[in-house]
């Protein structure tokens, strides 16, 4: 077996730097970075996790647990973070929670220092406070936490709801729509504590219905209920159809609703963007594949991914301190891909897959 000294020789560096180099540490500069692991790849060197447990107390290892893997969000979150771990020679486990609260908290509670560094978990149900009952001080790290204030308790990464979901509604408008429905919003409401999906709806739902306002459009009959599925999204076409389509223009909540928005207007003859214009909102790949392809806000889940690790890192490198600080929470960037399923094929940027 390869060993870290005898890759840290091939690159003519010391061990301690080829250890930093492979974990993806700020404080190696690029070029030294790259040498390590063009050494590491050409000698076939994997890290000994055992080993590396014994000498530092840490395994290398984490969890994260998500709801589902069909969906296609969760799927990519999944990927980009496992990519991310991968290049600093750490490794993820995933767990799958099937939307259900209780097997959410069970899979936390079983968790310890011993099986993993720590936890990465998309929550759907459980506040931050819920989780840290159960999580015996593991290093915690949320995707979009809906806790309210009084529960946060670790740091998060949030998806760009209100930036993007208005950014759709002014491309939109820029494409000549006036009269656009909002595909799968959810008004505010009293539920206590709020759910993943629940305040997802309401934030980008309010940011939806303020940029029409903005823009002097009429939001009072701009609802379309449905769930964030490709079925239901199918269904809500016929039915949206069915009652005369009062809409030019469509803006989906998630990228799964705007692909079943898409197939259902296309059974019913209603040619797109012609007719009506369609948005969504992730950025997954089935979107630049379909016809038309689907103008879309998409994540950056590659900085998603760099950024929870990192922050991930801080945290194990508090570990012992008195004095926590204050639960960060980071909004990550998006693009507005402008597809065909708003300004046509002949239109369409160049990122069209």
Partial sequence: MVTLREVAQAAGVSPSTASAALRGMDIVKPQTRKKVTQAAERLHYRANLPARALRSGRSGIFTLIVPDLENAFYARLANSLATELDNRDLRLIIQVSQFNKDKELSQVSELTS????????????????????????????????????????????????????????????????????????????NRTPPTLGVTLRENRYKQALATLDQLGLDSGQALVPSDWTTREGRLTAHHLVEDGLGFDALCCMNDSLALGILRGLAECGIQVPGQVAVTGFDGIAPGGYITPTLTTVAVDFTSMAVMAVSMMEDQLGGRGRQSRPMPRRIIVGYRLLKRESTVGRSAAGPDII
């Fill in 114 to 189: 011993s099986m993993c560094d720590g936890l990465f978990i998309c929550s759907t149900h459980n506040s931050g406070r819920e989780i840290g009952r159960v999580s015996h001080g593991l290093p915690v790290l949320l995707f979009d936490d809906m806790s309210t204030q009084e529960n946060t308790c670790f740091d998060s990464i949030e998806t760009p709801s209100r930036e993007g979901i208005g950014a759709a509604i002014r491309h939109l408008y820029d494409c000549g729509r006036r009269r656009i429905g909002i595909v799968g919003g959810f008004p505010p409401s």
